[in-house]
Structures are given as C-alpha cells and as structure tokens.
T-cell receptor, first 114, second 115 residues
C-alpha cells in the first residue's frame, strides 16, 4: 500500500511509554491549532485542538501544550499503543475569525514497538 | 457511515487528460475545503467553500484547476490537461459554520497518478 511521509522524522517508542511530538508553527497571529493523525492510505483524523488563549488542553490519553512565546506546540500521548503508530501533523489557523483554513506542518512519524 | 466521502479513491490517467473528483461532505456542514498532499508532506490548502460560494483559492490552484459546489452540498474538483506534477492525494474536508472554531473532518482522499 501507499505510505504517508516517506522521509519524515521518526519517533520510535516502546509500547506503554509516553510519546512527545513537537511542532514549530510559523505565524504568530495564528489563534487555533489542531493535531491530526494520519494512517497510511487514509485522510487525517482529528486528535485534539487548542485555542491561543490556552496553554494546555487534555483529552483521552493525549495532551496538547502551546507555547506562544516560542511558537511551539507539542502533543503528548500517554501509554503509547501499537495503534498509535501513524504520521502526526500539527496545523495552525492563520486567520482571525471567519473560517478556519489550516496550514499544516511537515509531520512526524510515530513508530510504536512491542 | 456519515463521514466525508470521496470518489474515486484512486485515479490513474495519462498526461494531458482531464480528471474530475467528487466530495460529499457531512450533511450538515456548510464549509468545504480541498487540500492536496504529496508524499512526505502535510496537506496544502487549495480552496474553500461556504455553502455554494467559493471564498478563497490558493495560488496552488492554477488555471487548469476548477472547483464547484453548485448546490452547497457535494463538490467537484476538475483538473484539465493533467501534468505529472499533479500526481498527489487530493483531500476534501468539511466543517460546520459558526463563530467558534471547529475541527475539519477529512475524507479518505483521491490518489491521482499522472503517467
């Protein structure tokens, strides 16, 4: 089958460990951020989002941290499972109000080993 | 399945031919987006519809590309006189409208290969 992200940076973790995926965004005016997971041959799947008036948001097994000072976003996955293996993209909305056009980062491949 | 659907899933064509892709968004979603994704890259924004109105087009959308959403429901993306550089995954996404930000729900994509 086809492969998403052939030459992406890869994070390799052991099953059960915590994973941290980092992302630097480009536009200081961006006010909304999303993390997406993409498995091979599929479209991106929403994981978690955060607005710029927050610095942390938690979901089920996932936490997103936002540092606007250095324009940095991170995704933490607790107790990583083999099903978490995929390419992860951060995306930013550079528009204020209106519709949410997204600008995606380059992506990171997460490989979970048993 | 009430998610975003796209048709076809795969398309192989010869250079110079025209192709058309279809996207059916989630039924209550007013906003529809087209993105293009090449191997090793994140999706790149192409165009956006609010109901039937096309409100923004990226510079990536050359004159050979045209998108429509005639009744504010499904959308089509046509590429005329395809070139090898058009080979990519074409993704459609939809979201509800409103004052607050909403996640975009992506379809499975159409993989285009231009020979």
């Amino acid at each position: 089958g086809e492969s998403v992200g052939l030459h992406l940076p890869t994070l390799s973790v052991q099953e059960g460990d915590n994973s941290i995926i980092n992302c630097a965004y480009s536009n200081s005016a961006s006010d909304y951020f999303i993390w997406y997971k993409q498995e091979s041959g599929k479209g991106p799947q929403f994981i978690i989002d955060i607005r710029s008036n927050m610095d942390k948001r938690q979901g089920q097994r996932v936490t997103v941290l936002l540092n606007k000072t250095v324009k940095h976003l991170s995704l933490q996955i607790a107790a990583t499972q083999p099903g978490d293996s995929a390419v992860y993209f951060c995306a930013e909305n550079p528009s204020s109000g209106g519709y949410n056009k997204l600008i995606f980062g380059a992506g990171t491949r997460l490989a979970v080993h048993p | 399945d009430t998610g975003v659907s796209q048709d076809p899933r795969h398309k192989i064509t010869k250079r110079g031919q025209n192709v058309t892709f279809r996207c059916d968004p989630i039924s209550e979603h007013n906003r529809l987006y087209w993105y293009r994704q090449t191997l090793g890259q994140g999706p790149e924004f192409l165009t956006y519809f609010q109901n039937e109105a096309q409100l923004e087009k990226s510079r990536l959308l050359s004159d050979r590309f045209s998108a429509e959403r005639p009744k504010g429901s499904f959308s089509t993306l046509e590429i005329q006189r395809t070139e090898q550089g058009d080979s990519a995954m074409y993704l459609c996404a939809s979201s509800p409208s409103g004052l607050s930000y909403n996640e975009q729900f992506f379809g499975p994509g159409t993989r285009l290969t231009v020979l």
